[in-house]
Structures are given as structure tokens and as C-alpha cells.
């Protein structure tokens, strides 16, 4: 079945710990994105990627990096996690950027101690 | 700043009829978008609205105003697996979207 998948499933780390959360999609979107959801709050955009070899930063890009070496691939580490990191990560992507729909992952729970 | 309102919950009866409404204040305009949350899962696609008016689909409709900045969803014949929250989401000048906190709908039997 199409779709976005997304490791791990959730995970626990000690803060000061590097982690990449692993985002694939199989669709041949060319747009990608990661957002992180945290409660009473909307979505908000970490990074994003409108092709294959360029990325973006979003409204909270701080303590994130992405790389986008192929078209299935948008891997988020965090460098040195913080306790402020602790969210549910979501990777999406969309046909093309813009006003394409978003089709979302199953997302990451991610807590920082 | 850009802000998306909506409420932050809001409850019904099975079979009734509910309207989640959304405004927002944004920089730019290019689309609105209705997406449906159940607990702990991945928000799925609704509506998407860029002119002003109605859009009917099924059981869901979803309606427009620009001039006002607000928009809303309108659920029909509810049924017990439409609790889930309803995020609204604003494509900005730049096509980026912008995302309301999202409101939670419980429905009652």
C-alpha cells in the first residue's frame, strides 16, 4: 500500500543524545515536510523540501537539521536533544509544493529526558 | 502575525448536525484546508476551499468567505467515528501552510 512511513514509532532519549527520525515515502512526491504537534498548539513546520536536493527551514527550524539526497527519503535529527524537543513529529509530503494536498506519516512520539 | 482560530472543543449528539468554524488572519492567501485527527493518529485530508462558497462532499461540507476570513465545517448525520479533532490550515503568501490548534469534537449517543 502507498504511503509514508515512518521510525520509530516512538522513542525515549536522554537529553544532550543526537537521534534521526526516518521519514519514506513511496508516492514519488516531490514535496516533503516534518512538523512537530504539540497539545493546544497547531502543527507547526520544522523543515521542508520542495525536490530532491533542497531544503527549507520552517517556523521552528532551531536544534533540527534535514537532508533530502532522493525523492523517498527526509530523514530530522536532532543534533543534541533538548526536553523542549519532547512532541509528536509528523512527516507529510505533497505531489508538488504549494497548494497540493499533505499526506501525512503516522508520526514519531519523541520524549527528551 | 498569522493566527487560525478555532474553538477548542465542542460536543454533539449522534445523527445531529455541527458546524466547526475557523478564521484567520494570514499573510497571503492561497487555499484553506479541513483536516480530520482521531486520537493519537496522523491528520487525513478533508476539504480544501480557495474560492468563496460551499463545497459539498458526502456528509461533509466546507464554506468560504475571504472577505471575512473565516470559513467553516459542516458535519451531517453524525456518527460516532466522527470524533476526532478538525484542524483548519491557511496556505500563506509564501505556500506554506498555517495551522489552527484544531477542535476537538466528542460526540454523544
Known amino acids: 500500500i502507498a504511503g509514508i512511513t515512518q521510525a520509530p514509532t516512538s522513542q525515549i532519549l536522554a537529553a544532550g543524545r543526537r537521534m534521526t527520525l526516518r521519514c519514506t515515502q513511496d508516492?514519488?512526491?516531490?514535496?516533503m515536510y516534518w512538523y512537530r504537534q504539540d497539545l493546544g498548539l497547531g502543527l507547526r513546520l520544522i523543515h521542508y523540501?520542495?525536490?530532491?536536493?533542497?531544503?527549507g527551514k520552517g517556523e521552528v527550524p532551531d536544534g533540527y537539521s534535514v537532508s533530502r539526497a532522493n525523492t523517498d527519503d527526509f530523514p530530522l535529527t536532532l543534533a543534541s536533544a533538548v526536553p523542549s524537543q519532547t512532541s509528536v513529529y509528523f512527516c507529510?509530503?505533497?505531489?508538488?509544493?504549494?497548494?497540493?494536498?499533505?499526506?501525512f506519516g503516522p508520526g514519531t512520539r519523541l520524549t527528551v529526558l | 502575525g498569522q493566527n487560525i482560530d478555532q474553538p477548542t472543543e465542542m460536543t454533539a449528539t449522534e445523527g445531529a448536525i455541527v458546524q466547526i468554524n475557523c478564521t484567520y488572519q494570514?499573510?497571503?492567501?492561497?487555499?484553506l484546508f479541513w483536516y480530520q485527527q482521531h486520537a493519537g493518529e496522523a491528520p487525513t485530508f478533508l476539504s480544501y476551499?480557495?474560492l468563496d462558497g460551499l463545497e459539498e462532499k458526502g456528509r461533509f461540507s466546507s464554506f468560504l468567505s475571504r472577505s471575512k476570513g473565516y470559513s467553516y465545517l459542516l458535519l451531517k448525520e453524525l456518527q460516532m467515528k466522527d470524533s476526532a479533532s478538525y484542524l483548519c490550515a491557511v496556505s500563506d503568501s509564501n505556500y506554506q501552510l498555517i495551522w489552527g490548534a484544531g477542535t476537538k469534537l466528542i460526540i454523544k449517543p
Open positions: 508516492m514519488r512526491h516531490n514535496a
Open positions: 507529510a509530503s505533497s505531489e508538488g509544493e504549494g497548494t497540493d494536498t499533505q499526506y
Open positions: 476551499n480557495v
Open positions: 494570514t499573510s497571503g492567501f492561497n487555499g
Open positions: 523540501s520542495n525536490t530532491a536536493g533542497t531544503t
